[in-house]
């Protein structure tokens, strides 16, 4: 292995399986998946341009990885028309069945009662699209600039996609509070 494509990958293994969990929520999936990729990562690696970001450069061979392999089996029935969905709809719903305590953001309230795997559930479950930019920006804290080179798209469309994304997202994570039973 060459010794300056050692010194880049080592650090972003950590990341690269975080990612790569976060989007296939299998251990063995996600351990394959980053392995694929560092050796379509090695094998690349002389198309690699010096100076530009590895980080980025590897972790979208690692979300082209888990996705090459995961596409055909993670069919997804269409989502709502987004147009439908209403902008503050956990917050509009929590309120409706009398979850506003006052003084808090009854949105929150629901999401603090919901599990950290439930929350992740609810963002694995995105269309492709959404999902990606979701995972980088909750659960990898990455900004809008890295997003975009990670994906290869612009900010103007992380932006949007992270907009669409969540309000998709507050949908399914109203579904998996009435599923774990949260009431007032």
């Not at 292995?1 to 929520?25: H, K, Q």
């Not at 994906?151 to 469309?157: A, Q, Y």
């Amino acid at each position: 292995m060459d010794p300056s494509f050692e010194r880049l990958l080592v650090p972003e293994l950590p990341a690269a399986y975080r990612i790569a969990y976060s989007l296939t929520r299998n251990r063995a999936d996600a351990e394959d998946a980053v392995q694929d990729a560092a050796l379509q990562a090695q094998r690349g690696f002389a198309g690699f341009a010096p100076g530009t970001n590895f980080r980025a450069w590897f972790l979208r061979i690692v979300m082209n990885s888990v996705y090459a392999k995961h596409r055909a089996a993670r069919r997804r029935p269409a989502p709502a028309s987004l147009d439908q969905l209403p902008e503050l709809h956990l917050f509009e719903k929590s309120v409706e069945t009398g979850l506003q305590v006052e003084g808090l953001d009854p949105a929150r309230t629901v999401l603090d009662r919901l599990t950290g795997e439930a929350i992740m559930d609810a963002i694995a479950s995105l269309p492709d699209e959404f999902r990606d930019v979701a995972t980088l920006y909750f659960l990898q804290d990455m900004k809008y600039e890295e997003i975009a080179e990670v994906l290869g798209v612009p900010v103007g469309t992380v932006r949007s996609r992270l907009h669409r994304g969540r309000r998709l997202l507050q949908t399914i994570l109203w579904d998996a509070a009435q599923d774990a039973g949260i009431r007032p």
